[in-house]
């Protein structure tokens, strides 16, 4: 099983709509990450997060250590949006990151 | 504007080639790393470096090999190439141990 899940693995949805990315983890984290890929290849970073909640313009993160899940929210989706969402957590044992499989996002306009 | 820059965006090699792949960032990182991301899987850590003339393996670092003469610079060879190597290949830097901050754009490698 992987250390860290996504899901959904893939989401389609209406210009507008409101979009949940889920992530959870098996593993103790010092750090959850969340990145995104657009079509083109190259990675994001968008958060970082150890506890709590962050917002950056349309988008928020949480993150609920005790039940070891993140969430990341688009509010008023837009199809500029559509790219592959990571989810990837430090973990604490040894420092080093690992990924999630990515959710591949679009919205159609 | 901070950049990662990877030496080709697509190569096609044939089995058995020496293959490489170059990249360079321009902010004096000492942590660069290289990646493989393949569908299902998510990106896995091939090796990675911390300094010059340093490197460490990652998750996956059988059939690789990497080389940092310079800071800037970082790259990955696949001394044999092999059909299970077709894979998009990603760079990165950061200033953290483990912690890659920003990305090259990616090398998709075909190996037929």
């Known amino acids: ?109 | 504007d901070v950049k990662v820059t990877q030496s080709s965006r697509y190569l096609v090699k044939r089995t058995g080639e020496k293959v490489f792949l170059e990249c360079v960032q321009d902010m004096d990182h000492e942590n660069m790393f290289w990646y493989r991301q393949d569908p299902g899987l998510g990106l896995r850590l091939i090796y990675f470096s911390y300094d010059v003339k340093m490197k460490e393996k990652g998750d996956i670092p059988e059939g690789y090999s990497v080389s940092r003469e310079k800071k800037e610079r970082f790259s990955l060879i696949l001394e044999s190439a092999s059909t299970n190597q077709t894979s998009m290949y990603l760079c990165a830097s950061g200033t953290a141990l483990h912690t890659p901050n920003f990305f090259g754009q990616g090398t998709r490698l075909t190996v037929v």
Request: glycine residues 8%.
């Open chain 1, 1 to 109: 099983k992987n250390e860290v899940e996504q899901s959904p693995q893939n989401l389609t949805a209406q210009e507008g709509e409101f979009i949940t990315i889920n992530c959870s983890y098996s593993v103790g984290i010092s750090a959850l990450h969340w990145l995104q890929q657009h079509p083109g290849g190259g990675i994001v970073s968008l958060f970082m997060l150890s506890s709590g909640k962050k917002k950056h313009g349309r988008l928020i993160a949480t993150i609920n250590i005790q039940e070891k899940h993140s969430s990341l929210h688009i509010t008023a989706s837009h199809p500029r949006d559509s790219a592959v969402y990571i989810c990837a957590v430090r973990k604490k044992d040894t420092q080093k990151l690992v990924f999630g499989q990515g959710t591949r996002l679009t919205i159609n306009p």
